[in-house]
């Protein structure tokens, strides 16, 4: 079987590029072009049920990304599986299965059973978790047994994964040396491989070996997302040179795994303070020769806990705005518990939100919806606007919920409603479409 990328590289428009241009509205020659380049990504695992087609990458829409899974402390596969329902309904563009407890085989099905989204995960938590439980041990993690996992994963019908295969030695060095980490370290796969690293004296076997792992998402044609295990977990440590030396081996195995034929994609970065986003985001595209990014926020603060969906929307909008191609939302439970179903329902809404404006200024061709709703309100043509919000069921509750007296104002201002005494006055002047009327 060939791959996506394989046969762009070969000319052909595939039924999932020609599905993700009529999505985009896009030419499907241009989807083509970028899958071929490796700028573009298609998760879509041919070997489970049919999915919805999600295209990545540049000069297509942000996509939001919802991770679920148990915890050691809260473990209920139907709460998994109702946040999957969730994250979905709320209109998340893919889903990562992060599940750290329980049966992993079956709350892996679960969800993958009930959503038609791509589905991602991290292979390691599984192959830590069982080596703990069979050896109490993590360092005794058998890496064939490791690869074998990722396959059996994969079987089931995963369409991407996070692999932290840019961890080795040079990395650790550097993390040694630098003799600071405020944030200490943040990525739960990347810590434990680190450690299993460190107590086995050995390189990491996904660095070593990535040819093997190329060729085994290859035999499922799904995109590897390579993991961002020394990412920053605070502010004061974005950019160190720890995330960096990470940043730089990621980049070049996208370039490796692209040449191989395999879907490749980057993720970074953690904590960045809001004035590094955009040179974080430079590099990554510039090493990598525009690989997709996927980032998570980027969170730019590290006292906004309790309403970090907030935090991580305003780095999520500026990440979109310079080129991060697919963000994974943070909830409001983020840095403080598992989040529940509501928690995930509110970080897909406030993360759409946030690559929407993002969106706006990455292609302002795209504002179109934009000047509608604005039209919309000007004239006051509620009903019309509510159907242009991205969230128009709260609208509406909330306009419902406080009727004012004037249907066509607002318990806002009144009787001193701006909008409506402004077009009294100004509406032959000022209630033209002007833009339009340019094409
Ligand atoms: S009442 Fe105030 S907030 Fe409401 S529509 Fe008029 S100007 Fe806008």
Known sequence: MKTQIELAREG???KQMQTVAAD??????????????????IPNNPFCKERKVVGIGRGLRTKVNASIGTSSDICDIDLEVRKAVAAEEEGADTLMELSAAGDLDAVRRAVLAATSRPVGNVPLYQAFKETIRRTRNPAKLDPEYLFDLIERQLVDGLSFMAIHCGINQYTIRRLRKQGFRYGGLA???????VAWMDMNGKENPLYEQFDRVCSLMKKYDAVLSLGNGIRAGAIHDSHDRAQMAEMIVNCELAEIGRAMGCQTM???PGHVPLDEIAGNIMLEKRMSGNAPYYVLGPIPTDVGAGYDHVTAAIGAAASARHGADLICYI??????SLPTEADVRE????????VHIGDLSKYPERRERDRQAAMARRDMRWGDLQDLLLFPEVARAIRDSRRPEQSKTCTMCGDFCAMKKGMEIFDK??????????G
Request: proline content about 2%.
């Open 347 to 354: 970080g897909v809404r406030v993360t759409r939100l946030a």
């Open 331 to 336: 909830t409001p439970a983020e840095h403080l």
């Open 24 to 41: 985009e509205n896009m030419d499907a020659e241009r989807v083509r072009d970028g899958v071929a380049k490796g700028q573009i990504v």
């Open 187 to 193: 990525s739960k796969g990347g810590t434990f491989m």
């Open 266 to 268: 980057v993720e970074g």
């Open 429 to 438: 002047e000022i209630s033209g479409d002007k833009v339009a009327n340019l």
């Open 12 to 14: 052909v428009v595939t």
